[in-house]
């Protein structure tokens, strides 16, 4: 008996590391998709706007059929894997196919679930998750400011922006490229200290919007000398990108906990709302900075997460309701 205990284990160990692996290798195909559009191969930057969004339209429409049909997980992960293969062919850069590739190699002969409508019950030792008093409404606040704290803006146009203020196009790339490498930091760190989840989301929010804040601030201020603004708006703009990564990918977490199996398409739907703005956000984004400048263009992604984040203080899951004492 302790030999099948051991085995059975190992056997969920090594599963769960194949679809890690697969998620890890989507994710980075996710990045890569959002960030390569160049807009000085284009006429206008209309053109290369809706270039870029081509990839949210996309997820938006995908989710939105996921969340209306009842699908076979099984099936549907191996069509997407054949699908990355050859949109990675039509792309003419092959290498990208590793995501599909790598599934159809690694993909379990079973899953445990094969439905996308129910959720994985909960070992009898581990604690119940807690739900929030209103779990539709901060599903869909979640998403909304995943979107506004700036998450689709430093994908897409990370480099646009850093060379906004004067900084040169390499430099512009190298930080682009270096502002994700950063965000392995507070990642390793998180794993390391025994901190609430609650803590980590909504205080890495808070700092994320608190650099919002300042980003506008400086942006707007006349005085600043040129080089002094674009020293300033570059560390802002890499606070901004490493604070909201641990908020992000924590909440994406209790997403799902919040509803039992005959609600959890909820939580997809919640979903299209992210692809939704996402796209609206990059389709509109560039056009914005170039005709009216950074502080009305970053203006809306501030306001909507200062109020997203006053929504979610009180609707946060926890044992204890939040209360302001006057």
């Given amino acids: 008996m302790q030999v099948s205990h051991i085995d059975f284990a190992f056997h969920s160990l090594v599963f769960n590391m194949r679809l890690a692996l697969v998620l890890a290798l989507v994710s ?78 690694l ?25 929030s008093s209103h779990p539709v409404l ?19 146009f990370s480099t646009l922006i850093f060379s906004y203020y004067g900084m040169p196009k390499n430099l512009a790339s190298i930080f682009s490229v270096l502002y994700p490498i950063l965000q392995l930091i507070p990642v390793m760190i998180s794993t390391r ?29 006349p005085y600043i000398p040129e080089k002094h603004q674009m020293i300033a708006m570059t ?9 909201f990564v641990i908020p992000c990918n924590t909440a994406l977490c209790i997403l799902f906990e919040q509803f039992d199996g ?7 739907k919640s979903r299209c709302v992210m692809w939704f703005l996402a796209s609206i956000s990059t389709l509109t984004f560039s056009k914005v900075l170039v005709t009216y400048g950074f502080a009305v263009a970053f203006f809306p992604y501030f306001l909507g997460s200062v109020v997203s984040y006053a929504v979610m203080l009180f609707i946060f899951p926890s044992k204890h309701s939040f209360v302001i004492k006057l």
């Fill in 193 to 221: 200290i025994n901190v609430s989840r609650k803590r980590l989301v909504l205080g890495g929010y808070l700092v994320a919007i608190e650099a919002q804040f300042f980003l506008l601030l400086t942006s707007s201020y």
């Fill in 138 to 156: 901060f599903v869909f606040v979640l998403m909304v400011i995943n979107v506004s704290i700036g998450v689709p803006l430093m994908q897409t």
């Fill in 262 to 268: 005959s609600n959890v398409k909820t939580a997809s």
């Fill in 235 to 243: 560390v802002l703009l890499l606070i901004l990108s490493i604070s």
């Fill in 28 to 105: 980075s195909l996710q990045i890569f998709q959002q960030s390569s559009v160049d807009p000085n191969q284009y006429d206008t930057i209309w053109q290369a706007s809706l270039v870029t969004a081509a990839f949210p339209i996309g997820k938006f429409i995908a989710t939105c059929f996921l969340s209306f049909n009842n699908v076979n997980l099984h099936s549907e992960l191996d069509r997407c894997a054949r699908l990355l293969i050859v949109g990675a062919v039509i792309s003419a850069i092959p290498i990208i196919s590793s995501p599909g590739i790598f599934y159809l190699i």
């Fill in 107 to 131: 993909r379990p002969d079973e899953y445990p679930l094969d439905e996308c409508t129910e959720t994985v019950s909960i070992d009898g030792d581990a604690p119940e998750p807690i739900k």
